[in-house]
C-alpha cells in the first residue's frame, strides 16, 4: 500500500497543505491542487522545491511512484504557478443543523432538558448534576446484573438492575438529543425500589421529594451493585484510556465504585472531657514524670465511610447554640466536631465526650449537603407532633473548596509537599515577573561579558574541560536524588494534588416549604476535561473573564430548571448562597482541581 506524504505547496502567497499520494500519479496531483486553488489542470506548472524530486516543471508522463520520497524530510514542498479560473469549493461544506442527525444536533445547541412527569424536579435536578460524572457512568456501563439468589433477592436485584439501566439510558438519551427527554423509565424504576417516594396528596397528585434523599438512595443501590474489579477498573480507566486500575493502597478499602469516587475514610477521635490530659499539662508530665495514680482515658479511634459532608449551619443541634455559620467551610468544621454523652471504662460511667473527625482518604469527587431542613418539635400542637422546617440563613461559598484543614495528619503531610511546591513556584513566577525587564538586560550584559571573555581570553577553553567534569559529576548526583514518591491519599487523583476541589453543579431549592418548592440543578458548561475529552482550545488561548477583584474566574454554566435549560455565569451560581426566596444551595458538587 502507497503511503501519503505530507506536502506544502507555494502558490503566489498562498501555501496549500495536501497529502500527496504518488500513486494518483501526476493527474491526481493536479487534479487535488486544482479543486484546492482554482488553478486550471492544462494551466498548471508545477515545480520542485525540496531536493529529490524531478527537474523543471512536472510533465505529465513523470513517474511519482519511482521518486525517492521517503528520503526527503517532511512536508515536502512544491511550487505552483498559474491564475485561479474555476470556482474552488470550501474545504468544510456547510452543514445546517436541521440536516444533522439527532445525536450530532445535540453536541452543537444547548444541553437539554429532562420533562416534569409531576413532582419530579428532585429527580431531574440530580440527574443533570450526575451526568458529567464520567466514572459513574462508566461503571454503570460495566456493570452485569446479579441473577443468583433465591426469589426475594432475585426480584431486589432485578429492580435495582431496572434502576441502574433506566439511569444510564436517560443520561445517554440525553447525550444524543437535541430536545427535552422524558425520563419514563427513571421514575417508574425510582417509585418500585423506593416506595416512599410513590406517595400522592390528597387530590392523587405526586408528591414533592427530597432531592439529597433521592441522591443517597440510588447512591445505595450503586454501592451494593457496582462492585467487583472489573466495575471499579472501567470507572476509573473507560473515560481517560488508560489501562491501570487504582491500587489497593488508594482505595483502601473502597470495594464499589461509589466509594471509591464519592467516599471519604474518616477517622473520629472521642476523648473523655473529664479524664483526658489538658494539652499544657501533656509538657510538665514528659519532664516531670507520668503519675502512675493519675486517671486517664484513652482516646477511642475508629474509622467509618461517608459519602458527603455536611455543611451545619443551624449552630449543632442545640438550639441555644450562639455559633453564627456564615461560609460553607465553616459549616464542615462544625459537623465535624460536637459532644456526645457515653460511657467511661475508667470512671464507671457516663461522662462527657468530644467528638473529632478528620478525613483520612480523599476521593475524586467531593458531595457537601447544606443542613437547609431540619424536624422540629411541636408539643404543644394536637394536630402533629413535629413540622419539616427549612433554614433559610445564607451561607457563603467560592468555585474552589479546600478541604486541608479538614483532613488528618497523615493526609495533610502529603499534601503539604505539592502545596509548599506550588506555593514556591507561583513565588519565583511572581518574582521573575518583577525584575523580568532587570533579568533580560542582566542577561545581555552576560552575554556580551561572554564573548569579550572569548576574545580576550583563549585559555579558558582547558578551565572549561575541567568544569565540564564537575558538571558531569552534579548531573550524576542529580540523578540520583529523585523525589521520594508521595503516599497516595485517594484513588483516582491528579498529580501533585494540593487538596482543592472546584465546584462543577448544585442542586438548588426555592420556596419556604420543606415539603414542596421547587428543584433545579446548574452544571459547568465546560466538563470536556472531567469527560477525559479535550479543554475548548478557545479557553486556553484567550484570558479568562474574572468576577469583579475577587480573582475566580466568570466560567459558563447552564441551569436546568427542568425541560428549560438556560446559560449563567459562575457569578450567578456564587448568588445561591441563601437568604431570601430566591433559589439556595442545597448539594454542592466538586472534583478534584489538577
Known sequence: MTSKYPTLVKWGKESVEIEFDPAAGVAGLKKELQDRTGVPMDRMKIMPKSKGLWKGVLKDDTSLADLPLSKISPPIQMLLMGSATLPVEPVKKTVFLEDLPPEEAAKMVEPSGLINLGNTCYLNSVVQCLRVVPHLRDGLRRYIPNRNGNNANNQQAQLHALLLTSLLSTMETLDKSPEAVSPNNLVMATKMVFPQMAQTGPQGQPMQQDAEEFYSSVMNVCSNELRGNDVLKAAFTGHTGSSEAPKAEELNGATNVIDAVFGMKMEEVLTCDELSVPEADKDAMETEG?????????????????????????????????????????????????????????????????????????????????????????????????????????????SVLDIYDFCNDKVKSVLKVSRDKAAQEEEDRVAKKLRGEDETDDKKESGDDAVMEEDTKPAAAEAADDDDDDDEDLKAALAMSVEPELAPVGPGLPANFQGLYELFAVVTHKGRDADGGHYMGWVKADNSDALGGEANATNGEKKREQIGDTGEDNDDWFVFDDDEVSPCKTEDILKLKGGGDWHMSYLNFYRAKK
Open 290 to 398: 507520668t503519675n502512675e495514680n493519675a486517671l486517664v482515658e484513652p482516646p477511642v479511634v475508629t474509622y467509618d465511610l461517608h459519602r458527603k459532608l455536611v455543611c451545619n449551619i443551624q449552630g449543632g443541634s442545640d438550639t441555644n447554640s450562639q455559633v453564627n455559620i456564615t461560609h460553607i467551610a465553616e459549616g464542615i468544621q462544625l459537623s465535624l466536631t460536637g459532644k456526645l454523652e457515653k460511657y467511661s471504662d475508667v470512671l464507671g460511667r457516663n461522662a462527657q465526650w468530644t467528638r473529632s473527625q478528620k478525613i483520612a482518604r480523599l476521593p475524586p469527587y467531593l458531595v457537601v449537603q447544606f443542613g437547609r431542613f431540619y424536624w422540629k418539635a411541636t408539643p404543644d400542637s394536637q394536630d402533629h407532633a413535629g413540622v419539616k422546617c427549612k433554614v433559610m440563613k445564607p451561607v457563603a461559598f467560592h
